[in-house]
């Protein structure tokens, strides 16, 4: 039987805690910064716990990082 392989994508954009939870990385902190205030990328900057309807889907894809 072939091992399932992890969505390279997936590995970089994602981490799974201890607890089993996703967290994920907000959009718009990767260009063009210079425009955007202090305060807009310090609350851009946390990482917030996936939605628990796409997490089962997530976790097929990380499956070979962490169970």
């Known amino acids: 039987m ?6 390279s994508s997936l590995k970089d ?3 799974i ?9 907000k959009a718009y902190k ?4 210079s425009g955007k205030s202090g ?9 917030p716990l996936m939605a628990s ?3 089962a889907r ?3 894809g990380l499956s070979q990082i962490k169970g």
């Open 39 to 47: 305060r807009q990328k310090r609350v851009l900057n946390n990482q």
């Open 2 to 7: 072939p091992k399932m392989k992890t969505h």
């Open 17 to 25: 805690t201890g607890t089993g939870k996703v967290k994920r990385y």
């Open 58 to 60: 997530l976790k097929q």
């Open 53 to 55: 309807g796409d997490v």
């Open 30 to 33: 990767n260009h063009l910064l």
């Open 13 to 15: 954009r994602f981490k």
